[in-house]
């Protein structure tokens, strides 16, 4: 899905699903969407992404599915999206209570920042259930996640309703079709801010939503590395983990 902002960030920006004109050698997909086929864009290779640089997409949303098995998700989210006016620290706790409850399931997580207000945390998974399933997972672990710390959580998805300095924990916008910001993508903000890994040790109150910019990342990597790099070597199913929650 791309989010094209063709002036910049203090210009205005619009969604293009439909892949429209496009040199030849950009892969796309025609998907069944709204009584149509909808050709997207598929980005897997350099050329492809500064191809969509050119036409003003500075950060990159994919689904959290495969052209060859549109139906199956390759991992959990949970995006934790602060309402208006939320400190940064209340985000970070909610996140903590999240790998919390992970950590005692049993599964292999990944954190990072959203480059703008939130945190993202991403459980890669076997290739074998549906996005109901996966999301109900998601939803499991933010429900416990939010029951250790209800003064700051919220499932409200309207935000004109949701508490003030509240935290939604956004299981459900993992499902077919909608997209989330790319771990290392760059975000519209005017820093430049990046979506950047880091680990469960670094969520402390001190973190901040601008750390991590495009002119710091490349010295960010030299010392940490690549955080994710083991990502999708680290497939896990969700049964075992319910059980370890279950029995709790």
Known sequence: VLRRLPDGVTGGLFYQKEAGKMPEWIETVAIPSEGKKIRYVVCNDVA??????????IDHDPWASRIDD???PDYV?????PSEGTPFASVVDVAREVCAVLAQAGM?????TSGASGIHIFLPIERVYTFEQAAMFGQVVSRMAAARIPEKSTFERTVAKRPRGSVLLDYAQLAYSR???????????????VSAPITPQELK???????FTLKNMPERLEKAGDLWADFWRSRQRIEPALEKLKAS
Not at 179 to 193: D, G, I, N, T, W
């Open 48 to 57: 492809t992404l500064l191809w969509l640089t050119h036409l003003g997409c």
């Open 70 to 72: 549109l139906e199956h």
């Open 77 to 81: 989210f949970i995006d934790l999206d």
């Open 108 to 112: 292999k997580f990944y954190v990072k």
């Open 205 to 211: 109150p001190t973190l901040t939503p601008a750390r």
């Open 179 to 193: 997209p989330l910001a790319s771990v290392y993508s760059v975000r519209p903000e005017p820093l430049a801010s």
